[in-house]
């Protein structure tokens, strides 16, 4: 620091002026992307920053190229996306945190169309009057679920909350207690039932509840009867359940309808796939609920949103409770869910054009083929402070649906060198996490597993590629 005080005291004097920096001409393209009072705003704050560090005594480079350089790092920062696409490498499909499903291309592009253009979301273009949301993709939900009618709300926590307002405010919803689950974090049954204004009556014990227990509770206050999808956990053991098909009887008796909160609920029966049992929505229909609420975004590989179908008479007494309005989706979601829906006509195909299903289904030898051919340029571009391995992991559905049940899948195991000192695996996770399109695996038993089911070969290449980053990182 030669300038010592006499820096200190006229600091700005090394720096260019802004007038001169906003004329330069390697400026102009900021401008024009960022607007001039951006780039204006910005650049003070990059000169700000760079009389400080002078002040203090700092020796930063202040030449035009280098404050210019700032300055368009900094407005790209600042106009640079926060929802990054990324690649799901966890072995999770329908993985809550990095958004569900994944839809396919009929739904992209309808998205788009409605993004794009006026639409008739309200509007009956037979009768040219005022029409209703739900009817768009009705006919569609009524003939994959032999429900009498059906309504879409923003999830399926809106469905459950919006069921119980209308169905039981201020009276009585009995449900086991082995049903009164926790979904991600902050939906409890018991919760949700209090905001809805409804009171719950637990009957049973955590593992086992009977008829009679349903049955000793129900009186002149229990507005329903409701079964929880235990979507996340599985109770076993000496357990004992009381099947829909038990209870709707014994609620006929009582003359009280039984709902069913299916959680993920399926519209196909997922074993002629190859995959466990899941309850579908028509089964759950079929067997008398009045009432069944499920998501979008979870098997039916839809859009996010939450379905409820069934009895003509609750569906719309539920479409005219005034929570319907603030719980409704926007057209987006209608334009994504329609065509998903449209593709379960051909169940045959269903496998190959539906992105969730295809993903859950994809053999292991397919991923297998993929970790053995990936597996050179990974450990290449890793170095020897890693050993990559091909191997045989388990893929999990995800979002609750089918907890126990996991899939046979491949991918790349990596695992740091012995004597390896610090975190190398969480060194790594974090390399991983800074490439281009973000990657995003899981550790497990001091390995980091890259399940390699949600990498189809169209972005193979593209994964490919950035490997090279990787080995800069
Ligand atoms: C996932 C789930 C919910 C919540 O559904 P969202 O669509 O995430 O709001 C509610 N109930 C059950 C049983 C679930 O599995």
């Not at 790209?76 to 690649?87: E, T, V």
């Not at 599985?234 to 003359?255: D, M, Q, S, W």
């Not at 005034?322 to 195909?349: I, M, N, Q, W």
Request: with cysteine.
């Amino acid at each position: 620091m030669m300038d010592g005080a006499s820096g200190k005291a006229t600091p700005g004097l090394r720096l260019p002026a802004v007038h001169t920096l906003l004329a330069a001409e390697a400026c102009q393209p900021l401008v024009a992307e960022f607007g001039r009072e951006q780039t204006v705003n910005v650049l003070r704050e990059v000169l700000a920053r760079l009389r400080e560090s002078l002040v203090n005594g700092g020796a930063p480079d202040t030449s035009q190229a280098a404050v210019l350089a700032a300055l368009a790092e900094r407005l790209r920062d600042a106009n640079r996306s926060h929802m990054r696409r990324l690649f799901n490498l966890t072995g999770t499909v329908l993985h809550t945190n990095l958004g569900r499903a994944l839809l396919p291309d009929v739904a992209v592009q309808a998205v788009a169309d409605a993004l794009r253009w006026p639409m008739n979301l309200e509007w009956d273009l037979e009768t040219g009057k005022r029409g209703d949301r739900d009817t768009l993709v009705e006919e569609h939900l009524l003939k994959l679920t032999g429900a009498e009618a059906v309504t879409i709300v923003n999830n399926n926590a809106a469905a459950v909350l919006l069921m119980l307002n209308t169905v039981a405010m201020g009276r009585e919803v009995i449900v086991s207690r082995g049903e009164l689950v926790e979904i991600g974090g902050a939906f409890r049954i018991p919760d949700v039932m209090t905001r809805a204004g409804a009171t719950l009556v637990e009957v049973g014990a955590t593992n086992r509840t009977h008829e009679k227990d349903y049955d000793a509770a129900a009186g002149e206050k229990t507005a329903l009867m409701m079964k929880v999808h235990c979507s996340n956990y599985a109770i076993t053991g000496f357990t004992k359940e009381v099947t829909l098909e038990e209870l709707v009887p014994l609620a006929r008796k009582h003359g009280i309808p039984v709902a069913v909160d299916l959680g993920s609920g399926t519209l196909v029966d997922l074993e002629q796939y190859g995959l466990p049992h899941e309850p579908t929505v028509r089964e759950t229909i079929a067997a008398g609920a009045d009432l069944v609420t499920f998501s979008g975004d979870k098997l039916l590989g839809g859009p996010q949103c939450g379905i409820i179908a069934g009895r003509k008479d609750l569906i719309a007494a539920i479409k005219k409770n005034p929570l319907k309005r603030a719980l409704r989706v926007g057209k987006l979601t209608l334009a994504a869910l329609e065509p998903v829906l449209a593709l379960y006509h051909a169940p045959d195909l269903l496998a190959d054009r539906l992105t969730t299903l295809r993903l859950l289904t994809r053999p292991a030898a397919s991923m297998r083929r993929l970790a053995e051919r990936l597996l050179p340029a990974v450990q290449g571009a890793l170095g020897d402070t890693y050993t990559v391995t091909a191997e045989p992991m388990q893929s999990q559905i995800g979002s609750g649906a089918l907890p126990v049940d996991n899939l046979p899948s491949y991918g790349l195991a990596i695992r740091s060198a012995p004597a390896t000192r610090g975190n190398p695996l969480g060194v790594l996770e974090r390399r991983l996490r800074d490439l281009p399109v973000p990657v995003i695996g899981r550790i497990k038993d001091d390995a980091l597993w890259l399940d390699l089911r949600c990498l189809e070969e169209a972005h193979a290449a593209e994964f490919e590629a950035q490997l090279t980053d990787l080995g800069r990182a």
